[in-house]
Nanobody, 122 residues
C-alpha cells in the first residue's frame, strides 16, 4: 500500500489541524493505521494508532484528549484531527500502515508516507 499525507502547516498554539492519509494500491480495511512523528534531533515516536477492526485505538499520553484518529475505509483515507496544539507538537508527521491488527510500535509498520510538517508557533 502507498500512503500520501497532507494537511500539515504552521499554526499558532491552541490552534487545530487535520492531517489526511490517502492510501492507494490496497484497501485500508486490512491494515492497522498509525500516525507517528519526528521532531528535529529526536527519535520517531508513535502518536496514535487505530486497529483494522475500527474500535481499537491507542494514544500517547501527551496527546490524549487533544488528538483524534479516524479512518474512512470507503475513501481509503485515515485522518488525524489535532486540537489545542502545543509547540512541543512540532514535528514531521508520518502515516504508516501494518497488515492486520498491530500494536502501535514503529517496527511493526512496513508502509510509510513521506511525511508532512506541522509547526506550532506564535
Amino acid at each position: 500500500v502507498q500512503l500520501v499525507e497532507s494537511g500539515g502547516g504552521l499554526v499558532q498554539p491552541g490552534g487545530s489541524l487535520r492531517l489526511s492519509c490517502v492510501a492507494s494500491g490496497s484497501t485500508l480495511d486490512y491494515y492497522t493505521i498509525g500516525w507517528f512523528r519526528q521532531a528535529p534531533g529526536k527519535e520517531r515516536e508513535a502518536v496514535t494508532c487505530i486497529g483494522n477492526n475500527h474500535g481499537s485505538t491507542y494514544y500517547r499520553d501527551s496527546v490524549k484528549g487533544r488528538f483524534t484518529i479516524s479512518r474512512d475505509n470507503v475513501k481509503n483515507t485515515a485522518y488525524l484531527q489535532m486540537n489545542n496544539l502545543k509547540p512541543e507538537d512540532t514535528a514531521v508527521y508520518y502515516c504508516a500502515a501494518a497488515v492486520g491488527f498491530r500494536l502501535c510500535v514503529i517496527s511493526l509498520f512496513g508502509s510509510w508516507g513521506q511525511g508532512t510538517q506541522v509547526t506550532v508557533s506564535s
